[in-house]
T-cell receptor, first 110, second 116 residues
Framework: GDSVTQMEGPVTLSEEAFLTINCTYT??????LFWYVQYPGEGLQLLLKATKADDKGSNKGFEATYRKETTSFHLEKGSVQVSDSAVYFC?????????FGTGTRLQVFP | DAGVIQSPRHEVTEMGQEVTLRCKPISGHNSLFWYRQTMMRGLELLIYFNNNVPIDDSGMPEDRFSAKMPNASFSTLKIQPSEPRDSAVYFC??????????????FGEGSRLTVL
């Protein structure tokens, strides 16, 4: 079945460091791919998305490119802030379901 | 704009008691999802509704769990009887299905359930 695999956390960075959180997927057909973010004590919220191969989603300085050849959708940010500390979930949507990865906790220290 | 509203935010109950969690989706959204989040299992889809009709309840753990959506603005998730292993954060999410919104879910703040 369809699945999403994320790198395990926590990822610990200093402010202004470069961030990469890896995400790979397995799916039949042509899924849409998403990154959701969960701040402490809150529900998940959509961060960015890409609906077809080679699309780049971007928001709040975060970017991810839909790579069909490597079945990946890695999340990147050039310079993280303390306020980016959260749990990040990669997800895919195929047919009628949204399937989430296990989440990666990011901790950014000043 | 009002988002997805869940209640209660926190519930502490004793094993064997009935628990009812409530959700009001965003007005105009036609799909509603119930998720459970735990440290061990991550985020699990329990059930989802489309136009108030349950479409897939394969994630509901067992018969102790039931969910209803009597109208477009209200849903409940009931656990009867509750057990300590049901302790988790339960999220409700809604969406307006259909491109280009497919896969874009709006989550409530969650209901944290502790069963003693």
């Amino acid at each position: 079945g369809d699945s999403v695999t994320q790198m395990e956390g926590p990822v610990t960075l200093s402010e202004e460091a470069f961030l990469t959180i890896n995400c790979t997927y397995t799916a039949t057909g042509y899924p849409s791919l998403f990154w959701y973010v969960q701040y402490p004590g809150e529900g998940l919220q959509l961060l960015l998305k890409a609906t077809k191969a080679d699309d780049k989603g971007s928001n709040k300085g975060f970017e991810a490119t839909y790579r069909k050849e490597t079945t990946s959708f890695h999340l990147e940010k050039g310079s993280v802030q303390v306020s980016d500390s959260a749990v990040y979930f990669c997800a895919l949507h195929n047919t009628d379901k949204l399937i989430f990865g296990t989440g990666t906790r990011l901790q950014v220290f000043p | 704009d009002a988002g997805v509203i869940q209640s209660p935010r926190h519930e502490v109950t004793e094993m064997g008691q009935e628990v009812t969690l409530r959700c009001k989706p965003i007005s105009g959204h036609n799909s509603l999802f119930w998720y459970r989040q735990t440290m061990m299992r991550g985020l699990e889809l329990l059930i989802y509704f489309n136009n108030n009709v349950p479409i897939d309840d394969s994630g509901m753990p067992e018969d102790r769990f039931s969910a209803k959506m009597p109208n477009a603005s209200f849903s409940t998730l009931k656990i009867q009887p509750s057990e300590p292993r049901d302790s988790a954060v339960y999220f409700c999410a809604s969406s307006s299905q259909g491109a280009p919104n497919t896969g874009e879910l709006f989550f409530g703040e969650g209901s944290r359930l502790t069963v003693l």
